[in-house]
């Protein structure tokens, strides 16, 4: 898998002269604006795609506490700091990203198994992120209010301190930027635990921070699983934590940051609903639910899974669905043509395909796809491959219709009416996001405003510039990653309130 990887930065000390041969051999925790081994660490992570890639240890409670001081002390002059300076710098680290883009797109394939060409989109949106909150970093300002006889009172929107940002293995280094870019532009710290699964790119970025300018420690990377996760959430320093993941550990987080009265950022689960209508442009449709489904080989929590299809076009939809499908390119993620690479892990491919056998089992039909791919490349025999999945015949009461699969498997539905299709796309205990193909505009703004999903498409999905705000409803959590409304979750309002005359007593 790891081909054609020697122009990382002397700190990313590797080996790459062929296919499969990439070795991390440096530390991957940053701590004070360098590189360090973790000052405590217990259970040790192997990272690998197809063989061992590079062992990490797990940071204990002594290596958590030092990364949470470093920031906390970074803090102390980044909050001093004007918006404006904070942009300058801001800025510098998003054009730094932008030059090395292919670099760190390749060292993201690596990281995660997914195509270059979906790695490079996955950077671009990472610098564009930075760039946003640049700009508005400037801007941040609370309110002036008159008062009776000349008093007045204003709001300052302060940060927090030091937050903590745990993130996924699907989008490692865009989901630290989309979690660090508004935190920084605040004026907070960050300390990030990527997922034990992908911990290479996030340091990169710990990197670019530091040759950007910012105060030593700002940005900290501490390496590890749910033990480091919990020494974070219970830190009486951390301020905040913004997570990315599965329902039942964020359910743990919020538990966590309860005891603190910590606020909290959950960007969990979805099994969101891809709702065709019969008036769609087909073509355009088929797009949709290509998109919706098979990005990063399923792992995607906003996949729109659950595909409702009007019956009127069930079988020419289906039909096309299905050829497009086998027509994707799966294989060497570094490949310029590759669409489709590895899925994360051996146990998360077992999975899946427990979840396509089950789905037989209950009387779905597969139309293409579900079975192991081994290409034809012999370093690539052990990666975690397999053909993306098309699931006909398929019932609301199935589970793989009601529970995230988290890979390459779309579930076909057909459905007669609109008012049947609202009631079903809302019957699920998530609600993360869901879209509406169809030419009839009024109808598309009347499905989404039906729809208890954060984020909606209408004849497109899986679009999410940094500029709109990205959530969920319900068990797909709360609060926002990108726009304006994630400045929210990093400041906290102060209110003052000046009287310019005589204080009237009333003892």
Not at 19 to 40: E, K, M
Not at 147 to 155: A, E, I, K
Not at 194 to 199: E, L, R
């Amino acid at each position: 898998v790891l081909s054609r990887f020697f122009s990382l930065r002397p700190s990313f000390a590797m080996s790459s002269s062929a296919t499969g041969t990439f070795t991390c051999q440096q530390p991957l925790n940053y701590r004070a604006g360098a590189r360090v081994q973790p000052a405590d660490g217990g259970q040790a992570f192997f990272f690998f795609l197809c063989r061992v890639i590079c062992k990490l240890l797990c940071s204990g409670e002594k290596e958590v506490d030092l990364a949470v001081q470093s920031a906390k002390a970074a803090f102390k002059i980044w909050s001093q700091m004007s918006g404006m300076e904070r942009s300058r710098v801001l800025l510098e680290a998003a054009r730094i990203i932008r030059e090395q883009r292919d670099e760190i797109a390749t060292l993201e394939t690596i990281n995660n198994g997914k195509s270059i060409f979906e790695a490079r989109v996955d950077i671009d949106i990472s610098w564009q992120c930075l760039e946003y909150y640049a700009g508005l970093a400037g801007s941040l300002a609370g309110e002036h209010i008159q008062l009776p006889g000349g008093s007045f009172g204003y709001t300052r929107r302060e940060p927090l301190g030091v937050c903590a940002g745990i993130g996924a293995w699907n989008y490692p280094f865009q989901t630290a930027c989309w979690k660090c870019a508004p935190a920084l532009a605040c004026g907070n710290a960050m300390v990030f635990k990527p997922s034990p699964f992908t911990p290479i790119s996030v340091v990169k970025l710990a990197e670019i921070f530091t040759e950007a300018g910012v105060p030593k420690g700002l940005f900290n990377v501490v390496q590890g699983g749910a033990a480091t996760g919990q020494l974070l959430c219970h830190h009486p320093d951390v301020a905040k934590i913004s997570f990315t993941g599965s329902v039942p550990t964020g359910s743990k987080i919020m538990e966590m940051a309860a005891k603190g009265i910590k606020p909290v950022t959950l960007e969990l689960g979805g099994k969101s609903p891809l709702i065709i209508f019969s008036d769609c442009a087909l073509e355009n449709a088929v797009n949709g639910a290509l998109m919706a489904n098979f990005l990063t080989q399923g792992e995607v929590c906003c996949n729109g899974t659950r595909v409702f299809v009007e019956r009127k076009i069930l079988d020419a939809f289906t039909k096309e669905v299905v050829k497009r499908t086998q027509k994707i390119k799966i294989g060497d993620p570094l490949l310029e043509d590759t669409r489709m690479g590895a899925l994360i892990n051996r146990p998360h491919l077992d999975r899946v395909q427990g979840f396509i056998k089950q789905a037989k089992e209950q009387g779905a039909e597969v139309l293409c796809g579900g079975d192991l791919y081994v290409p034809d490349d012999p370093k690539l025999k052990n990666g975690y491959y397999m053909r993306p999945c098309v699931l006909g015949k398929c019932t609301d009461d199935m589970t793989c219709v009601k529970e995230e699969i988290f890979g390459p498997v779309m579930s076909i539905l057909p459905f007669d009416t609109e008012e049947e299709v609202l009631e079903r796309a809302n019957n699920t205990k998530f609600g993360l996001a869901g879209g509406v193909f169809t030419r009839d505009i009024q109808k598309a703004h009347r499905v989404v405003a039906a729809l208890k999903a954060g984020m909606c498409f209408i004849n497109n999905y899986n679009v999410s510039p940094v500029e709109l705000p990205f959530g969920g409803y319900k068990a797909s959590g709360f609060g926002r990653e990108n726009g304006r409304a994630a400045i929210e979750h990093y400041t906290q309002l102060k209110t003052v309130c000046v009287e310019m005359g005589d204080v009237e007593s009333v003892f």
